[in-house]
């Protein structure tokens, strides 16, 4: 991490009159952005080979561009809330259509995109909108996950969603005693600090054998299909819709808080500390808020996953995401989750395809996946999201100044 | 009384390689504020090459300086052909950067020299020294690894202070701009000052396996570097001397916490240790005050 008080990360910022482009770009803007998502879908079910998910991938390819450039604004309602409930309606309908057509490992992955996305949105709007780096947001989501295995070990017939939300707010509790720490610190002191947390949360897991189950971890109860649906209704869709469902309503909240008094309050304690306690904002209060409301986030999903996986390299994986996808962008945490479940895969796909030594086979997928983050910062400064916003820019498709959405 | 001296002796060891890590997490961070995620694959890389050397039955020494050597050509390489690009950028996207190198490093090691583990052979014994009739956990070897840490520092404090290429790089690093317009080639002295931190970094790699009984693996330096980067965080990342403080304090911190209460204990221990001291100087002990334009 480098030094963030000096010059604080956020994508480009174009100033322009919102109202004068917004007549006559609308039409255009609209078909750009769904010959583009057409074309995306494309080459998907080109290089995939499953034709039906061709128009499923037009439309949620479409939306996501459509956010991610902005043109959404072009046609939507005015007010934040409105505007996030809709696209959350819209996005819930479409994805829970293309879950029909996906096979039970393709559902699956869908969850993970979708959980992975709220942990990375959250650590976003940490670093995007408060400027804070957090290298222990694994370590916050096993918290989580710990907090509900051992719920549900004393409790067995606790409801899963009462177990979710203890998950949280043990979460909450302990990102908060972390952030009442960070708010001090800046930058790379702050890192440090979260990323030895992140090494000494699995060792209290194991010294405290007990309580925590040592390296084997907790059992956790899984989701069930409830019983209205019918008796051979796929688990794992069923996991997939809880996810998507409770992925969004996550995003819903997030987008309002951004959007929100107290989220520019955050920004302007981002831009210049002394300026914002200057001008009457609390400052050690913004940035302790900035960080319980990333942690709830990594709290979020946290009882889905089984605990155990939680080494200091997913902390450092929702860091990469983040960056990959656009710093302070939710829909560019999407990407970024996208990336972070599918790039892994991908590149095991493609080393299968070579006769290698078996050193070499089991280290290429690795070597891959290196040299894609490499490539793709050399590419992309700013993220995927950065890239297509300037992308938008560049062929004017946008009409508004992005500040970190 | 007995334990006591041995846990201080492992803890004076390991905390002088916590503090060459520290070093060139620190000389980096001072001359390009990035902090260097790679150090710990690149010192291992250097110490794979150096175990080749000695596959053929080259000198304990030869295997030595072409460790050192192959860091300094690592750390220039990585400067000038990945980190250079990604300068104008986001601060962030250097460290992302340094990430991926860390993966592709880890990665590539294994395809080239396999995956079985490997020893690296001490040139000095590792038995401790005997006082009377009790053994003491202070080994020929640790003595060597402690004196050469020292001599690289003192080497390093000399070429900073006494010569007109270190006051360049320190300059460089001061304020580029103005360096610049007074003639310094400053894209020079950062490829420089990340060739001479990966060299640092080297050093520990070459001497962690003996010391501390490890046997290499590609992520063997992993938990140095991150004992490395907190020690360093401890003394204060702009402060060279503060990596050195840093290192030998989380060293003995860690030595006793782990012979006192558990091993299993050690990072909460430096977690504890790192919180209490940020609270009371939150850039670090040897931080120098900044003056901020509002």
Known sequence: ?405 | MHQFVNLTLGGVTSGVIFASVALALVLIWRSTRVVNFAQGAMAMFTTYIAVSVIDRHWSYWAAFFVALAAGLVLGAVVERVLVRPVESGPPLNAVILTLGVFIVLEAIVPMIWGSKNRTYPPHFSIIGYKVGSTHYALSPFDLFTIVAVIVLVTALFLLFQKTDLGLRMRASAFSPEVSRLLGVRVGRMLTLGWALAALVGSLAGVLVPPSTLTSLTPNYMDPFLIFGFTAAILGGLDSPIGALVGGVALGLGLSYVGGYLSTDLETLGALVILIAVLMVRPEGIFASTRQRRV
């Open chain 1, 1 to 405: 991490m480098t030094d963030t008080t000096e010059a604080p990360p956020q994508l480009p910022v174009e100033p322009g009159d919102a109202t004068a482009r917004r007549q006559s770009l609308g039409p255009a803007a609209t078909a750009a952005v769904v010959v583009i998502a057409a074309a995306v879908a494309a080459i998907l079910a080109a290089v995939g080979g499953n034709a039906p998910l061709a128009p499923w991938g037009v439309a949620i390819v479409g939306l996501l561009l459509a956010g991610a450039t902005g043109t959404g604004r072009l046609w939507l309602p005015a007010s934040p809330l409105l505007r996030h409930l809709l696209l959350a309606v819209v996005a819930f309908g479409f994805l829970l259509l293309f879950s029909d057509h996906v096979s039970a490992f393709g559902n699956y992955e869908i969850a993970q995109v979708a959980y992975f996305a709220v942990a990375v949105a959250g650590l976003s709007v940490l670093m995007g909108h408060s400027g804070q780096l957090s290298l222990g947001h694994g370590a916050l989501m096993a918290v989580g996950a710990y907090a509900v295995a051992i719920l549900m070990g004393h409790q067995p017939h606790v409801p899963i969603v009462v177990a979710l939300l203890f998950g949280i707010i043990v979460t909450i509790a302990v990102g908060g005693v972390l952030g009442v720490a960070a708010a001090r610190l800046h930058g790379p002191y702050l890192a440090g600090v979260t990323l030895t947390f992140a090494l000494a949360i699995p060792e209290i897991a194991t010294h405290y054998r007990s309580v925590f189950g040592a390296d084997t971890g907790k059992p956790v109860r899984t989701l069930g299909v409830p019983g209205w649906l019918s008796t051979t209704f796929p688990p794992e869709k069923w996991l997939a819709w809880v996810c998507i469902g409770g992925a969004l309503i996550a995003l819903v909240l997030l987008a309002n808080v951004v959007h929100s008094g107290r989220g520019r309050r955050v920004r302007c304690v981002r831009d210049d500390e002394i300026a914002a306690s200057l001008a009457g904002i609390e400052v050690g209060r913004a940035k302790v808020l900035a960080f319980v409301v990333s942690a709830a986030c990594a709290g979020f999903w946290a009882g889905v996953v089984s605990p155990g996986a939680f080494a200091l390299t997913l902390s450092l994986s929702l860091v990469t995401a983040m960056v990959l996808g656009g710093v302070g962008s939710l829909v560019g945490a999407v990407w970024g989750a996208i990336a972070l479940v599918f790039v892994p895969k991908y590149s095991d796909s493609i080393s299968k395809h070579f006769s290698l030594s078996v050193a070499t086979k089991n280290n290429l997928p690795l070597a891959i996946y290196g040299a894609v983050l490499i490539l793709a910062i050399l590419a992309f400064p700013y993220g995927i999201q950065g890239g297509l916003r300037r992308l938008a820019r560049r062929f004017h498709l946008t009409y508004r100044p992005l500040e970190g959405r």
